[in-house]
């Protein structure tokens, strides 16, 4: 016998079951405990998958519906739409980055039926190629803020759209925001 919870979308009656709006807590953004856990399981899938580029691991966790376009913006880059165009940049980053590493911090979960909203904190440390027969190029960190839509399927949550932003500075807690400037 598991000591792991059931799964919802296997529980009748259960309010996280596909089609069922659920309790009040749950249309409020809430969820139920076994909801949470297996969205944040499903956004931990993802940057494992990115860590060791498993290209055929992440691409399972993007939803795959044949009707709804997902989407995603990596930092820098213009909104990609579409499913292959999605993937294709991820297999474009797995094929020029030798090293990636993935500590969130700040993760928050909300859960409204059968969607789900992961923000966090991306503390990315990354090598690229090696120069002059190194074993690894130089590594560079950067702080990037994320968030990650999820859709509750029959296979499980999928990825619905991935939308990251560089954090530019590190903000002074103490220092009330100033004027903007009109100096260059």
């Known amino acids: 016998m598991?000591?792991?919870?059931?799964?919802?979308?296997?529980t009748p009656g259960d309010p996280g079951t596909p089609g069922d709006p659920g309790t009040p807590a749950d249309r409020a953004g809430s969820g139920s405990a076994a909801d949470r856990a297996a969205v944040e399981a499903?956004?931990?899938?993802?940057?494992?998958?990115?860590?060791?580029?498993?290209?055929?691991?992440?691409?399972?966790?993007?939803?795959?519906?044949?009707?709804?376009?997902?989407?995603?913006?990596?930092?820098?880059?213009?909104?990609?739409?579409?499913?292959?165009?999605?993937?294709?940049?991820?297999?474009?980053?797995?094929?020029?980055?030798?090293?990636?590493?993935?500590?969130?911090?700040?993760?928050?979960?909300?859960?409204?039926?059968?969607?789900?909203?992961?923000t966090c904190t991306e503390n990315i440390l990354s090598g690229g190629p090696a120069e002059d027969g190194a074993e690894l190029g130089p590594l560079v960190g950067q702080l990037v803020v994320a968030t990650n839509a999820f859709r509750r399927t029959p296979e499980g949550w999928r990825i619905w759209s991935h939308h990251a932003s560089p954090v530019l500075t590190e903000p002074d807690e103490d220092a009330p925001p100033g004027p903007p400037s009109d100096q260059p």
């Open 2 to 10: 598991s000591d792991a919870p059931p799964d919802p979308a296997e």
């Open 42 to 118: 499903a956004n931990t899938a993802f940057y494992t998958a990115l860590e060791e580029g498993d290209f055929d691991g992440l691409k399972e966790l993007w939803l795959d519906d044949g009707a709804t376009d997902t989407s995603c913006v990596h930092p820098g880059w213009p909104v990609l739409t579409g499913r292959a165009e999605v993937l294709r940049s991820y297999a474009l980053i797995m094929a020029h980055t030798d090293y990636i590493q993935f500590f969130l911090t700040d993760l928050r979960i909300s859960l409204a039926g059968d969607t789900a909203l992961v």
